[in-house]
C-alpha cells in the first residue's frame, strides 16, 4: 500500500484532475480497495461543474447554470452513492418555455410514444409553416434508425449541409434547428458535426419523458465535498493546488506525474483527467511522433462561455428557465431563476443566471455592458427586469464549457486505453457515445476505474448503459439493428447512398470568426 518519503509518494493510482470524471474515477478505484491518490490545480474540486460562495449575498454561484437531463444515468450512479441525488429540482411544469421577442411559447410533452410525444407541440407552433414541419420526416425517420456508425459517418460533414440535403427548409433550420444546436451542442450549426447533432437528436426523439433538472443549491456542493470526503474515508488522499507538470514517462510505460513544485508521486496507474489542451502539455514531446490520438488533441478547440448572475431587488418572473429564441445577434441562449428552483427561495427577489454561449461576441465588452445587454434580453419577456432593480451582478468568463463538436471532432475523441502502458485517460472528451457533458465526464470516469481493474485482472462494469429507447423509435432502431439491410430500411439506405454523394463538408478555416 501507500508510502511517502520526503519527495515521493508511492500509490496504486494517481489522478490527475479532480471534476466530475477524475472524482468518479476515484471513487470507483477506492471502493474496490486501491489506494488513490488525486491531484487537482484549483483551490476547489469540480473543475468545469465548480460553484463557490458569492462574497457579497453569501448565495451559492455556479461556474455557470447546469442543467441535468432525465437521461443522466452515470451522473445519477455517482449522486446516489454520495447521496445527493434529491438535490436536483426537476422542471415538472413544462417541457421549455421559449421567449420570441415579448411572447412566451410554452413547450409541452404529450403523453405518446417517441417520437410522436413532442409532435403536438410542433404542429401548433404558429412560426412555422406546415410545409416546413413536414420537411423533417425523412431526417427524423432517420434518426430514429441511426447507430454510432452513422454517427461517424456524418461525422466529417456539417449539420446544417446534411439536414439540407436530407429536405429540411432553410425556414425550419433557421427557427428550430440553429436554435437547438447552439444551446445543446453549443455551436452554430454551419460548423457543427452532423453526426454530434443527429445523436442527440435521436435521443430527444427517443425518449418519451426527457426533462430538464436543476442543481438545488451550488453545483459543487452536488458532488464535489461527498466525493473528497469518500475518497478520503477509504484512505486515499485528495489533494488542492497541486498542479502536475507532466506525466513520468520510464521507457515505454507511464510510472507516475512530476508536480510543478519539483516532488513526484510514483503510481502504477495514472489516470489523465483533463481537458485536451492540458493532456498534449503533459506528456514528453516524443509521443507527437508515436501516438496519432496524442497528435489529434490539438483538434479539440475549446467552446468558450461566459455566465451571467443578476440579483434583482424584486421578483421578476415565475419561471424556473426559459431559453430565447435564437438569433445571432443575441447575447444570451438560457435563462434560469434560482428563486424558483431553489427549496426555501420563493419568496425572494429574482437571482437570474444565464450562459451565453460560444461567445466570441463578447469579446471587448465589460461586464456592465454585458450585464447591461442581459437585462434589456431579459426585460423583452419580464419587462420588470431593469438595470434600476438590479442589486448585484457576478461576470463568469469560462474559456472551455466543453470541447466544440465541429466537423470530424467526433472520430478524434480518444479511447478510455489509449494503448500506453500505466495510462488511462477519462474526460468529458474522451470517447462514450454521449455529448461532451456532466453525464460523459462521469461515464468516463467509471470507465477509466473500470480499465484499471481490468488490467489489474478483475474484471467489473462500474458505468450504467443508457437504455433502449422509447415508443416507436425504439422499436426502429432495435429492428435497425437486427435487419440492416430489409424493409424500410430500403427506403433508408436509399438516403445513405444520397449522403455517401454528399461531398465531405468539413468546418471553413477558422470558425471562431463565422
Ligand atoms: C458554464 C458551463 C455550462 C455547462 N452546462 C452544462 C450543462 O448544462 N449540462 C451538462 O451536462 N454539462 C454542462 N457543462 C459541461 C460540464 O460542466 C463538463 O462537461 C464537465 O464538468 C467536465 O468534467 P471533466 O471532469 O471532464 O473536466 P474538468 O471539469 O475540466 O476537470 C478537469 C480538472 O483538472 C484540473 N487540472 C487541469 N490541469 C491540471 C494539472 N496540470 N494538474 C492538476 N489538475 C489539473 C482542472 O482544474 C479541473 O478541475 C457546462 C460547462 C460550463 C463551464
Not at 78 to 103: K, P, Q, Y
Request: proline content about 6%.
Amino acid at each position: 500500500m501507500a508510502k511517502a518519503t520526503a519527495k515521493t509518494r508511492q500509490t496504486d493510482v494517481v489522478i490527475v484532475g479532480g471534476g466530475l470524471a477524475g472524482l468518479t474515477a476515484g471513487i470507483g478505484l477506492q471502493r474496490e480497495g486501491l489506494d488513490v491518490v488525486v491531484l487537482e490545480k484549483d483551490k476547489r474540486l469540480g473543475g468545469r461543474a465548480q460553484s463557490w460562495t458569492d462574497e457579497t449575498t453569501g448565495d451559492p454561484v455556479h461556474i455557470g447554470p447546469h442543467i441535468f437531463l432525465t437521461e443522466y444515468p452515470n451522473m445519477f450512479k455517482l449522486l446516489d452513492l454520495l447521496g445527493t441525488r434529491g438535490d436536483i429540482v426537476w422542471e415538472d411544469e413544462h417541457f421549455i418555455v421559449l421567449a420570441d421577442g415579448s411572447e412566451r411559447l410554452v413547450q409541452e410533452q404529450y403523453p405518446l410514444p417517441a417520437p410522436f410525444h413532442f409532435a403536438p407541440t410542433m404542429m401548433a407552433d404558429p412560426r412555422a409553416r406546415t410545409r416546413d414541419k413536414l420537411s423533417n420526416l425523412a431526417v427524423t425517420l432517420y434518426a430514429m434508425q441511426m447507430d454510432e456508425r452513422d454517427v461517424m459517418r456524418l461525422d466529417g460533414m456539417n449539420a446544417y449541409a446534411f439536414l439540407r440535403r436530407m429536405g429540411v427548409t432553410k425556414a425550419y433550420i433557421d427557427q428550430f434547428w440553429s436554435f437547438a444546436c447552439m444551446a445543446i451542442m453549443n455551436v452554430p450549426i454551419e460548423v457543427c458535426s452532423a453526426g454530434a447533432l443527429m445523436r442527440f437528436f435521436q435521443k430527444f426523439i427517443g425518449y418519451d419523458t426527457f426533462s430538464f433538472g436543476f442543481p438545488d443549491g451550488g453545483l459543487g456542493d452536488l458532488f464535489a465535498p461527498a466525493a473528497k470526503q469518500e475518497i478520503e474515508r477509504a484512505g486515499g488522499e485528495v489533494r488542492l493546488r497541486t498542479e502536475v507538470s507532466r506525466l513520468r514517462v520510464e521507457g515505454e510505460r507511464v510510472v507516475g506525474v512530476e508536480l510543478a513544485d519539483g516532488t513526484t508521486i510514483e503510481a502504477k496507474h495514472t489516470v489523465a483527467a483533463v481537458p485536451p489542451q492540458v493532456l498534449r502539455n503533459l506528456g514528453p514531446r516524443q509521443w507527437m511522433g508515436e501516438y496519432e490520438w496524442y497528435r489529434e488533441l490539438v483538434h479539440f478547440h475549446p467552446c468558450p462561455y461566459v455566465s451571467v448572475f443578476l440579483w434583482f431587488d424584486e421578483k421578476i418572473t415565475d419561471l424556473r428557465m426559459w431559453a430565447r429564441t435564437h438569433s445571432p445577434d443575441d447575447l444570451n441562449c438560457d435563462f434560469y431563476d434560482l428563486s424558483n428552483i431553489h427549496t426555501g427561495w420563493r419568496e425572494r427577489p429574482s437571482v437570474i443566471c444565464s450562459n451565453i454561449i460560444y461567445c466570441h461576441r463578447t469579446d471587448g465588452m465589460t461586464d456592465e455592458e454585458i450585464v447591461r445587454h442581459t437585462v434589456a434580453e431579459i426585460a423583452e419577456t419580464h419587462p420588470a427586469a431593469s438595470m434600476d432593480h438590479l442589486e448585484h451582478y457576478v461576470v463568469n468568463r469560462i474559456p472551455m464549457a466543453i470541447h466544440c463538436p465541429y466537423p470530424g471532432t467526433e472520430k478524434r475523441r480518444p479511447v478510455t486505453d489509449p494503448g500506453v502502458e500505466g495510462l488511462v485517460l477519462a474526460g468529458d472528451f474522451v470517447r462514450t457515445e454521449l455529448p461532451s457533458s456532466m453525464e460523459s465526464a462521469v461515464c468516463s470516469g467509471w470507465m477509466a476505474a473500470e480499465k484499471i481493474l481490468e488490467q489489474r485482472g478483475h474484471k467489473k462494469q462500474l458505468h450504467v448503459e443508457h437504455r433502449d429507447l422509447d415508443g416507436l423509435t425504439g422499436l426502429i432502431s432495435r429492428t435497425a439493428k437486427l435487419f440492416p439491410t430489409k424493409g424500410a430500411q430500403r427506403i433508408i439506405h436509399g438516403m445513405r447512398r444520397t449522403l455517401d454523394e454528399t461531398p465531405l463538408l468539413t468546418r471553413p478555416a477558422d470558425p471562431v470568426n463565422k
